[in-house]
Every structure is written in C-alpha cells, then in structure tokens.
C-alpha cells in the first residue's frame, strides 16, 4: 500500500571489561519465566520484508559496493543485522518500468487466452532478482514469495493493471476476449521458472494484494469467490509442472484482517481452502481480533504487510509509544505470535528512498552518492526476534516474570530462543527456568543498543540475566552437545582373539 492512497481510501557474544549497571544482576530476587517445552503452538515461517515497486534497485544500482554490502549485511546477516527470513517480491504487472512500475515479462496481449504468450524476461525483475539472490546464496534465505499486485492489464475486465477491476473468467464476470485464468495461472508458473533458472527456488507465491481495494497503481479486485475460482485452476497448473512440493499458494493480502477472514471463509465454502499452504493479511484497515478461521488453524497465517504510514520517519526506539518506534513494532510481533498464532511476520519496505518522509522503510537510502542510509529501530526490533527464532521453530509455553512478557521458542536444531520485552521503566532480573540449559548469550535492543551482548549467567540448567528497561532481550539457549558414548571393556582394549 501506498500513503497517497491510503490517505484517500482512509482519510558469539562480544567481550567487555565492565558491563553498564542496567545489565547487572539486581540484588532484589529475580523473577522466574518458566519453559514448557512440551506444550506447543504454531510452527514459525519467519520474519522479513518486501523489495516492491522497484525498492530493490536502491540495492541493485548501487555503484558503492561497499555500502550495497552493509545494506545487505543489515537486512540479512544473523550476527550484524536483522537475519531477516523471508523475502516477498512484486510480480510485475505494468508494461513499462517509468517510475517505480513493476514491469510485466508478458507486456503484449498475445491476441487472446489461448494464444501463445510472448515472455520477455530482463533477467532483473525491478532489481529484485539480484537481491534474493544475495539473499538466497550469501545469507541462507529459503523462504522466497513473489506475490502479483495484479495481472497484466489484458487479462483484467477494465482493460489497465491499474485501479482495481477483475481477472477475466473467474465468477461475476463476462470479458469480450474470454477467460483469462489458465493464461494467469500459466504466467506464474514461468516467472517461478525464471527464478529457478536464475538459482532461486520459489517458495510460496500469491496473486492477489489489497483486493478490496482500487488504487491508480498496480492493483486486482477479488472476493472469496472469484479467489477460490483461480485457486482451483493455478493449483492445478502448479500440479502440471511438478511444482506443488516446492511452490505453496498464498492469499489473499486484504488490506485488514476482517476481510480476510471473510475472503477464507469464501474459500473454504468453495472447496479451495485445502488448496492453500498460506493465509496472508495486512492490518491496515483492521487487525487481528481473533485467530484466522482457516482448516482447523492448521494453515500458516502471514501479516505479510506492516508498517507506519503515517507518521514521520523515525529512529526512535521508544518517546512515547508511537506508531513507527521501535518498541511498539517490538511488541507487535510479540502479539501477532502469541495472541494469535501468526507464523510469518514482514515489514512492508526493506529499503526505500527518503520520500515519502514516513516509516513505510526499515531503511532510508539516498538515491545519488554517496548514498547515505539512515537505519530505523524498526530493523533492530526485528533482529531480536529473526536472528534467534528460525524457520520451522516452534512455539512454546512460557510464563511467569515479573515487569516483562515472554515468548520462547524450539529450533530445528534443538536450541531455545526466550524472547523478554519489559513492559515498564524499570530494569528487570529474571532467571528463565526448564530450557535445560548448559550454556546461553542474551542480546538486547533498546534506545542505545542493537540487538547487542549482554552477561548472563547458567546454573541448574537455568538462565539468569537482566532485562533493561523498555527494551527487548532475547536469550539463546543452544541445544546440549550430547554425551559421548560409555565405550565397552571390548572397544577400550581392542578386539581380543581367541
């Protein structure tokens, strides 16, 4: 989404000689949160933000290699930056690349749906192609989802990639030049394989964004229905091309989560539901009041679009509670995971130029040498959470402690990820407790520090340490290395022969 249009639609952990005296233990008794390891929740998909709208090509173009790699260091590396883990791309739609249009790889109409496309790749894809590249090789990002704005303008029942109108063929339409599903279907299909041509397998991969809504940009209007509609036919076309064990299908980004509980329900009514391996939501018009009525919960939900786009950009982690600082984006996902069982968490931009002057961008980059950048505690919020709790984690219990709020975690690799956010002005000891910990690191952001080392110390199996003031602190527990094993009287000695 776009402010203009919302306006209109809305009105190893470093060492250090001393340790600040935040950081020490209080001398007052640490309060427990405590670790249930059997009691599960939702699996976590991760954490990242998108590349839209020619946003990558801040990147991409950048003649100061240097800064180009500190940029991608901040976003994606998991011992400097965010350790972000997913990637959402726009599939272009426009048939020129003039401002920051996406650009179509199929800009003629062919002469109809069963004509034979005419595919022109550019091998950039508005810039993103190389950054999931970066990310995908240099940092390990595995989870890859393009998602279309809108079909190509001749695909569409008002004839324009822009505001709004409809794919031609699903329910409730009549198009002169016949039903263009399968040609839509078709053409996701091919830019999944020029992302895998490029080494980049695609991941998860959506056709809808913001479908209640008709901006003058990039844009496709879709009920529930009219969504199961093409469901059906792309399922199947991903089927076709032995596609369905990498590619899941994402829907429907609705500018709030009420409509998107609506636009499910349609789904589910129409027999597509199973069809889906993501539910995705923005909150701009509404958020989570409960947890999305998908099959049994059993489908990951994404709010795959959060960010401020109203206030004034900011660096700020916390002067009052704002909409853009970094605490408040803190104790977003801390709500979005806990209340209500969310599994993909994603700013809107990644990177993006200075204008508009709001905290749609966790980065701000000058367009022309030398291409200063301005980093928002939006980011740092997010490398609490991203560069601990990885994908296929899964949500534990945790309770207890006293002037924070938790949330803990399980790696694949067996390590646990305790994640404190205090909820007052002052410092907080606590001692986490039934992680069976053998050894920790702790890592605080606040108002003077990102995502940095703090001392903790381990006894019992517990971990002790402290929690600043209005900050968040993430404790790593890595898995137990696991004892060797007792070699028998036989194996000590040697074989015996007889």
């Not at 709001?358 to 980059?365: A, C, F, L, Y």
Request: aromatic share 10%.
């Amino acid at each position: 989404m776009k402010l203009t249009d919302l306006i209109v639609a809305t009105g190893i952990l470093p060492l250090a000689s001393a340790f600040p005296s935040w950081l020490q233990h209080s001398r007052r008794q640490a309060s427990a949160i405590t670790v249930d390891l059997t009691k599960t929740y939702q699996t976590i998909d991760g954490f990242g933000c998108s590349f839209a709208f020619q946003r990558a090509n801040l990147i991409t173009n950048m003649s100061d290699k240097t800064k180009q790699r500190e940029l991608l260091d901040l976003l994606f590396n998991r011992t400097s930056g965010a350790g972000l883990s997913i990637i959402r791309n726009g599939i272009g739609s426009s048939p020129d690349s003039s401002s920051d249009h996406m650009n179509t790889f199929a800009p003629k109409d062919p002469g109809g749906p069963a004509a034979a496309p005419q595919y022109a790749w550019d091998g950039k894809d508005s810039g993103q192609l190389f950054v999931t590249q970066e990310a995908y090789n240099t940092y390990g990002v595995r989870q890859i989802y393009g998602d279309a704005w809108s079909a190509p303008g001749y695909m569409k029942t008002n004839g324009n990639e822009n505001n709004g109108g409809t794919l031609c063929g699903v329910t409730g339409t009549s198009c002169r030049t016949g039903d263009w599903k399968q040609a839509f279907a078709d053409y996701l299909v091919q830019y999944v394989r020029y992302y895998a041509e490029a080494g980049v397998p695609v991941t998860r991969i959506g056709f809808l964004n913001e479908p209640e809504f008709s901006p003058g940009y990039a844009s496709m209007n879709s009920n529930g229905q009219q969504a199961a509609d093409f469901i059906k036919v792309f399922y199947a076309t991903l089927q076709a091309a032995n596609l369905t064990s990498q590619v899941g299908i994402g829907c429907c980004e609705s500018e709030g989560w009420g409509n998107q509980a609506n636009m499910v329900n349609a789904i589910k009514s129409a027999g597509a539901e199973n069809m889906l391996a993501t539910i995705t939501s923005h909150t701009y018009t509404g958020g989570p009041s409960g947890p999305m009525n998908s099959r049994y919960n059993s489908v990951p939900v994404w709010l795959s679009e959060q960010c401020d786009l109203n206030g004034a950009w900011t660096t700020t982690w916390y002067s009052y509670g704002g909409a853009g600082e970094g605490l408040t984006f803190a104790n977003n996902i801390y709500s979005a995971l806990v209340s209500y069982n969310v599994s993909g968490y994603l700013y809107w931009e990644g990177v993006q130029w200075p204008s508009p002057t709001t905290n749609e961008k966790m980065i701000r980059v000058d367009q022309q040498s030398p291409y200063n950048y301005e980093v928002s505690k939006r980011l740092w919020a997010f490398a609490n959470w991203s560069r601990f709790v990885r994908p296929g984690a899964v949500r534990v219990a945790s309770s207890g402690g006293s002037g924070v709020k938790s949330a803990a975690f399980r790696n694949v690799d067996g390590s646990v990820a305790v994640v404190v956010i205090s909820t007052g002005a002052s410092a907080s000891a606590v001692t986490i407790q039934g992680a069976n910990a053998t050894a920790a690191t702790g890592w605080v952001t606040d108002q003077t520090h990102n995502c940095a080392g703090i001392n903790v110390t381990v006894s019992g199996g517990a971990v002790s340490g402290s929690v600043a003031a209005r900050s968040i602190t993430t404790f790593h527990i890595p898995a137990p290395v696991p004892a060797p094993a007792v070699r028998s009287q036989e194996s000590a000695v040697g074989w015996r022969f007889v």
